[in-house]
């Protein structure tokens, strides 16, 4: 790796390779930046906006943006840290989050985030969305009210399971998650709930339906420690990070 | 010129309520009426979610009893599995946060809201009739109820991972086992929990013999008596029979209790979110009835651990079976809480709590009805799903009201006792307050801020004109709010 592929990242010198993101390269130097609809094993899609960083003057999604030397690059600011704050909120206001009776609780991402950031309130009124819940599937649940359209389980069900079932439509406070089937139920596809794409989902929209709530308190992800500290991390993936 | 009496909210209960009384042209007290003026919504908002999220779901209902919502749902959710049978690691678990949730509230009730009225007598001094005086006058008394309680809540934290609202059941089972350093503590503490308890039941009695027969008399008024009974007849808080008793403690149904529909119908009032049960073979006028701590005494042939059911045989000595007093409630409440801690000192030697077998298995069912007997009565959760599993129907029949009729005619007796021409006296206030807490009524099953609340009394002619208004405030002055 030549020296010159370097950036500064909150003062730290960062290295890269070329056709890396600076999300890549942060993670690979092992630096926590705040993210939600990125995924190591996914192409980029740059939706949630968490990973928000100032570079040379512009704002710009550290997931899509590609590192260039000498790059140099904040993120841990105040001003950074309250707009991610916003737009976890905005997330929670846009849905149905309500953490105490939900089984995700605990190892949810969305909720490591916004502990992380010091949410101790909606901050925007909530939409308190009514979107179909499905419960077609033999042995997955969807509450589409949980969504936070980060479209990790299309990405999952196209380039990880090769069945392309999950996807996101319509558009602005409309979009909502689909299944490609005739009658649009995931009950119709052949979603499996050994799939990649089932197991992806960073909140507790995608469940199981069976061995709910086995988990606990006290042993899940995030009971003891900070998302900043262990990553992104879902139940399959005790030991590794995202 | 018909009037109405109205006292809003009353205070020291869980919530808030508010009291009419119908007064007739000769002040004669025609009709009380306990307004239930709260609407939560549940059997509502949870049609749609899946099954398995009902018993983290309908725990929120309530801060004092959640554990006993979390276990009738769990057990409605059983059957929906197709789980008959527990297994013996499961059935020891639940049954320990059980009387774990028993003891603590009985203790919250008794020495937290109930015990200020009857060691400083029901018409002392407002302003320091309350837990904080308590601890001040009588600091033995006070500090072992909390120590009671907090020994309960510890025990559903054990199991459940927080005292309140924890994740515990599942559906079939429990999803974790008690380790042995968790059981240690307990076993260290539980002999002094027992002794408190029975020396508290010994105060009870000597303070309610003390005015005997104001006492015995005090809102008194016969009626049916329904509890969850165990296949011997002994006291059954986690799984039995509904047994039904007349007001003279002959037994008139007893059924399984997923019967409940054959037993049981609903009457609505305009005037109440609460509704109205009564005995489906008598008339809401004759069929009504009571529940919680002193039904399940009047109910149960003995109780299974021998001081509680000493204790019992006293009062039933004393007070006669069935006792009909509401205040008696009080006595039977501190019976069970010793008898839950006797249970609990059992368990604690039970190496079921230590097993990882704890989930079953079956063939899933359309429907699910769990029947407990939780702190303040018989509670009925009773849940449909269609084939997606999501819930389509939710009946609740919660503890207070199964005791809405007995509290509207204990309220009437005490108006009838001691209201005294036109006057409405901070007096009579107390005095009401005083047996609607006898039932410990949870009215917005919602957490109780002790204490000096605001009260208002007014006086409506039935024109809905307020011909007078009495008022306490929450430094606990009196001012004429008319």
């Given amino acids: ?242 | 010129m018909n009037r109405r009496v109205v006292i809003d909210p009353v205070t020291r209960v869980e919530g808030h309520g508010k009291v009419t009384l119908l007064v007739d042209e000769n002040n004669q007290i025609n009709e009380a009426r306990l307004h239930i003026v709260e609407f939560r919504g549940f059997e509502k908002f949870i049609q749609g979610r899946p099954f398995w999220e009902l018993p983290l779901v309908v725990q929120r209902l309530c801060g004092i009893c959640p554990v006993s919502h979390h276990l009738a749902a769990a057990k409605a959710i059983d059957q929906i599995v197709g789980v008959d049978q527990l297994t013996e690691g499961a059935l020891a678990l639940r049954k320990l946060m059980h009387f774990g949730q028993v003891l603590q509230s009985h203790a919250l009730h008794f020495f937290h809201l109930a015990a200020p009225d009857l060691v400083f007598g029901f018409d002392s001094d407002i302003a320091r009739r309350n837990i904080v005086a308590l601890i001040q006058n009588h600091q033995t008394l006070a500090l072992q109820g909390v120590r009671i309680r907090k020994f309960g809540q510890q025990i559903i934290e054990a199991v459940s991972g927080k005292r309140i609202h924890g994740i515990a059941a599942v559906p079939g089972g429990m999803n974790a086992p008690l380790s042995a350093d968790k059981i240690t503590p307990f076993k260290a503490q539980v002999d002094d929990i027992i002794e408190w308890c029975e020396a508290t039941i010994a105060t009870i009695k000597t303070l309610f013999l003390s005015h005997r027969d104001y006492h015995e008399a005090f809102g008194a008024t016969e009626s049916n008596f329904m509890a969850l009974s165990g296949e011997k007849g002994q006291l059954e808080l986690y799984h039995g029979d509904l047994r039904i008793i007349d007001r003279r403690g002959n037994e008139i149904r007893r059924q399984p209790s997923d019967q409940y529909r054959a037993l049981l119908s609903e009457q609505v009032k305009s005037w109440s979110y609460m509704k109205f049960p009564y005995l489906s073979h008598l008339t809401p006028e004759t069929g009504w009835y009571r529940v919680g701590p002193l039904a399940r005494i009047n109910v149960c042939r003995y109780i299974d651990t021998p001081r509680a059911e000493r204790c019992r045989q006293d009062f039933v000595s004393t007070l006669g079976a069935p006792a009909h007093s509401p205040l008696a409630y009080h006595w039977a409440r501190m019976i069970e809480a010793l008898h839950c801690a006797e249970a609990i000192k059992n368990l604690l030697h039970n190496p079921a709590l230590l097993s990882n077998d704890l989930l079953g298995q079956g063939t899933r069912q359309q429907q699910g009805i769990g029947v407990i007997e939780a702190p303040r009565g018989t509670l009925i959760h009773h849940y449909e799903i269609n084939g997606q599993d999501q819930v389509t129907m939710a009946n609740l029949i919660v503890s207070t009201t199964n005791n809405n009729q007995a509290m509207n005619e204990s309220i009437r007796k005490v108006a009838q006792q001691h209201l005294t021409g036109k006057e409405l006296t901070p007096e009579l206030l107390n005095l009401i307050e005083v047996v609607i807490r006898a039932y410990d009524p949870c009215l917005s099953c919602a957490t109780h801020a002790a204490g000096k609340m605001p009260l208002r009394l007014e006086l409506q002619t039935s024109d809905g004109k307020i011909h007078s208004a009495l008022q306490r405030n929450s430094d606990g002055r009196l001012h004429n709010a008319g």
Avoid: W
């Fill in chain 1, 1 to 242: 790796m030549s020296n010159d592929l370097q950036f500064s990242l909150d003062g730290v010198s960062v290295c890269f390779e070329k056709g890396e993101t600076i999300m890549q390269a942060a993670q690979r130097a092992g630096i926590y930046l705040p993210h939600l609809c990125f995924h190591p094993d996914f192409s980029a899609h740059g939706s949630c906006r968490v990973c928000i960083v100032h570079l040379q003057g512009k704002t710009v999604a550290a997931c899509t943006q590609p590192a260039e030397s000498n790059q140099v690059v904040q993120s841990n600011t105040p001003e950074l840290q309250k707009a991610r704050l916003r737009l976890i909120q905005l997330l929670f206001a846009e849905g149905n989050h309500y953490c105490p009776t939900c089984e995700t609780s605990g190892n949810c991402q969305l909720q490591a985030l916004a502990y992380d950031l010091g949410m101790t309130h909606y901050h925007y009124d909530p939409f308190m969305p009514e979107r179909q819940t499905d419960g077609s599937h033999p042995d997955l649940f969807i509450d589409r009210d949980r969504c936070i359209q980060c479209d990790l389980c299309g990405r999952a069900s196209a380039e990880y399971d090769g069945k392309a079932i999950y996807t996101l439509s319509g558009r602005g406070q409309n979009t909502q998650l689909v299944f490609r089937s005739p009658s649009g139920l995931l009950g119709d596809t052949n979603a499996g709930a050994d799939d990649r794409a089932a197991h992806i989902c960073p909140v507790g929209c995608i469940l199981p339906k069976t061995g709910n709530y086995q988990e606990p308190i006290g042993t899940r992800l995030y009971d003891h420690h900070p998302i900043h500290d262990i990553g992104n991390l879902r139940k399959e993936e005790r030991g590794g990070s995202s």
